[in-house]
């Protein structure tokens, strides 16, 4: 597909607009419809777009499959870890009020952290999903 | 009776798709397709969720100005993990079903159990 | 500190090691974080465990919100119970684990083996010790996806058509206990099972309900594998990698068989269950199991298969204790978890190390190994008999309790049937016997020696503990009757 022209363009004027409404969706989980599972998929559509214009080994040059695998595991241990915070600092495990001094703002800043968390697992295991597929009719 | 037909119109529309997704398990033999059947089920199964929490003259459950009554905020939020583990189960299976044409060279149930049953 | 948060480490420390082992780069490590943290795990359950033996519940509240608008977890002996006897298995896996799976499975893979084999641990702990129904559909999920992943990694391409069907089937039982969950929560508007306790009697008529309850029976009852929904379990035991045959085999229907127990007694108080021809339906089914499976395990010639079909028999018997409805049939159940758990693990470890050593399972591949590996036969043997009930073995307690059960409600013929079954056992069991003891070597296999150590010690743990707790059973069956009686009292 990468001679086509029009598919080239039209992916390079969409492919930050979608990343932009990735973040949108990811940091307004709690004002509006979202969160971190809807973020990550978006996310991932705009990386899976490119590949599908670009090529696999481009995509691959991007992103290697490696740091996929250490985004994915990051993005449990931030969730978990948030958890483990809790605990430490005294309340039960995810127990959000305990992370600041009013409960309100310790609320904030749990939900943005996990969800930070899940989006970051949700959109880079798509993406290894997807280029594991793509890859695998080469071999 | 139009009542009952009509006032329940959701729960129809669950039980017509989630027979179809059921039928689609048991009856075809193309792993996809079963795959496809799962999720159609599962599907019918969110639909029931999200129409049980509706209620009377209530917006979607986000806090806005000027509305008082919200829907159900809980089944939506169960609706969300069980999306993410139907993707979850629909994504494991689609890896088994490639790995399996790799082995066997057919993705139809009948041909897998001759080779299985020839060996 | 730990002590409050007890329950919550048990799920949260395989919850944590399981990202770190994915990107581990050699096996031997992810081997060694595994182990560590499996062992971890069993002495927090067993801590757990001394801390409700005396009859007091913890309830932990996740998140600081109060029950029942948040997730709580509920610990009672019977949850403690289960949690001790997963994490041990668990634990006695691990040291085998090392030989076994760096034979069966691409050295690259292997961490991200032992990843799924956290996560797994993750979901069946988290099963035993949440109180919230819909937690429990979430960590039901977590550890079936897991154990497909981990089916589908054994060495022969009819492992990943096994984990196939298994998932197509796991996945429709699980969604049916959704649409129950669904139901019952859109009667009552609460997920907490003992808020739940307390409100559904007051729903007990709507058909709702009742519909709510059939398909959360079925749902357990797939996962479950009583027959006939049981048609998973053979090909997804047979090949399976050995190490997860002996985990799932000696966890996962032990942990759903919990997960009926729970919704049957505490969800829905037992007073809505003896409405329902349930009593009548797990006795037949569980004694059609039994026949059935015991039948089709004599026929086997693959030994995985065989002891496959054996464990669809002995689940039949755990159906059928709680059919009968009475403490003591209960304590038969409770008690067979335990015992089941050891002497399957026991008697899968056994088959691993011959297959470890001969790279087959077909009996036929098998003859006269006995003579030549004598401690794993021994192990084999002492298992199989406690597998078939003989006096002196952990086996042999749960028959007593099951067929005491049966002789006190007067139901001879299902007294009849549980010895029937014993003696279908001695059929099948002396079948391998024969096979390794008996025959002249092939000379193929005339060379092998006996199994490694690191194989051979957690398979004669086992049997060991079959042997102590077939002797000493105050622990096992004390904890099975407090359990059994907590249950029956808690009917309104």
């Given at each position: 597909m990468k001679n086509n022209l029009i598919l080239r363009i039209t992916a390079k004027l969409l492919i930050p607009f979608i990343i932009l409404f990735a973040l949108y969706v990811q940091f307004h989980g709690d004002f509006g419809p979202g969160g971190g599972f809807q973020a990550g998929v978006i996310f991932s559509s705009a990386f899976i777009l490119y590949t599908l214009v670009y090529g696999l080994e481009t995509a691959q040059q991007i992103i290697p499959l490696r740091i996929l695998q250490i985004l994915a595991s990051l993005g449990v241990l931030i969730y978990i870890g948030t958890g483990v915070v809790a605990l430490l600092l005294g309340?039960?495990?995810?127990?959000?009020?305990?992370?600041?001094?009013?409960q309100i703002t310790g609320q904030h800043i749990g939900i943005l952290v996990i969800e930070l968390g899940v989006g970051i697992t949700v959109a880079s295991v798509m993406i290894m999903i997807f280029f594991s597929f793509a890859g695998r009719g080469r071999q | 009776m139009m009542e009952f037909v009509l006032g329940h119109y959701n729960y129809w529309i669950v039980v017509v798709l989630m027979m179809a997704g059921f039928y689609t398990v048991i009856s075809r033999g193309n792993l996809i397709k079963k795959i496809a059947g799962l999720n159609i089920f599962q599907v019918s199964v969110f639909l029931l969720y999200i129409s049980i929490g509706n209620v009377r003259d209530g917006t979607t459950p986000i806090i806005a100005q000027g509305f008082q009554h919200y829907s159900n905020p809980l089944t939506h939020v169960l609706i969300l993990t069980a999306i993410v583990v139907g993707v979850a189960t629909t994504a494991l299976g689609l890896a088994l079903i490639v790995r399996i044409k790799e082995a066997y060279?057919?993705?139809e149930e009948e041909d897998i159990h001759l080779q299985d049953n020839s060996l | 500190m730990i002590e409050q948060h007890l329950s919550i480490l048990l799920v949260v420390i395989p919850l944590l090691a399981a990202p770190i082992t994915a990107i581990l780069p050699r096996a031997r490590i992810a081997w060694l974080l595994t182990l560590l943290i499996t062992w971890s795990c069993l002495l927090l359950a067993v801590w757990q465990l001394q801390s409700v033996l005396d009859g007091n519940i913890i309830s932990y509240e996740l998140g600081g919100w109060a029950p029942p608008w948040g997730i709580e977890y509920r610990i009672d002996t019977l949850n403690a119970f289960v949690a001790v006897i997963v994490a041990a298995i668990a634990a006695i896996t691990l040291p085998y684990a090392l030989r076994s799976v760096e034979q069966e499975i691409d050295p690259r893979h292997i961490p991200l083996f032992y990843t799924a084999f956290l996560l797994c641990l993750t979901g069946l702990l988290g099963i035993t010790l949440t109180g919230d129904i819909f937690n429990l559909f979430v960590f039901l999920e977590i550890s079936s996806l897991s154990s497909y992943a981990l089916i589908s990694?054994?060495?022969?391409?009819?492992a990943l058509t096994a984990a196939f069907q298994y998932l197509v089937m796991g996945t429709i039982g699980a969604t049916f206990l959704l649409i129950g969950i669904g139901l019952i929560y859109s009667e009552t508007?609460?997920?907490?099972m003992l808020d739940l306790a307390g409100r559904l009697p007051s729903v007990f008529e709507l058909r709702t309900v009742h519909t709510a309850f059939a398909f959360i029976m079925i749902g357990v009852a797939l996962k479950l594998a009583l027959f006939p929904l049981h048609l998973w379990l053979p090909n997804a035991y047979t090949y399976a990698p050995t190490v997860i045959t002996i985990f799932l085999a000696a966890t996962a229907t032990k942990v759903a068989i919990y997960v009926m127990l729970r919704m049957v007694y505490t969800v829905f108080s037992i007073g809505f269950a003896e409405d329902t021809p349930l009593n009548e339906m797990f006795m037949l089914l569980g004694v059609i199991g039994v026949l059935f499976a015991s039948l089709s395990a004599i026929y086997q010639t693959n030994s995985k298969r065989l002891l496959a079909y054996s464990s669809v028999a002995q689940i039949g018997y755990m159906v059928l204790g709680i059919g009968f409805g009475s403490v003591l049939g209960l304590t038969a159940t409770i008690v067979h978890i335990f015992n089941h758990a050891l002497m399957k693990a026991a008697l899968f470890m056994a088959v691993g190390a011959l297959i470890y050593r001969?790279?087959?399972?077909?009996?036929?591949?098998?003859?006269?190994l006995g003579r030549q590996m004598p401690w794993t036969f021994a192990a084999l043997v002492i298992a199989g008999l406690s597998l078939i009930g003989l006096p002196g073995t952990a086996g042999f307690i749960s028959k007593w309790y099951l067929v005491s059960a049966a002789v006190e409600q007067q139901n001879w013929l299902i007294a009849f049937i549980i010895l029937v079954g014993s003696l279908l056992a001695v059929v099948y069991v002396w079948k391998m016997v024969e096979v390794l003891f008996f025959r002249d070597a092939n000379t193929s296999t005339a060379e092998t020696r006996e199994a490694p150590l690191l194989l051979l010690v957690p398979t004669w743990l086992l049997v060991l503990a079959n042997l102590y707790f077939g002797f000493n059973t105050e622990l096992t069956v004390d904890i099975a009757r407090s359990a059994a009686s907590m249950m029956e009292a808690s009917a309104p």
């Open positions: 309340g039960e495990f995810l127990n959000y009020s305990v992370l600041a001094d009013a | 060279g057919s993705i | 990694m054994g060495r022969q391409r009819q508007g609460t997920l907490n001969v790279g087959s399972s077909h009996l036929r591949d098998w003859n006269g």
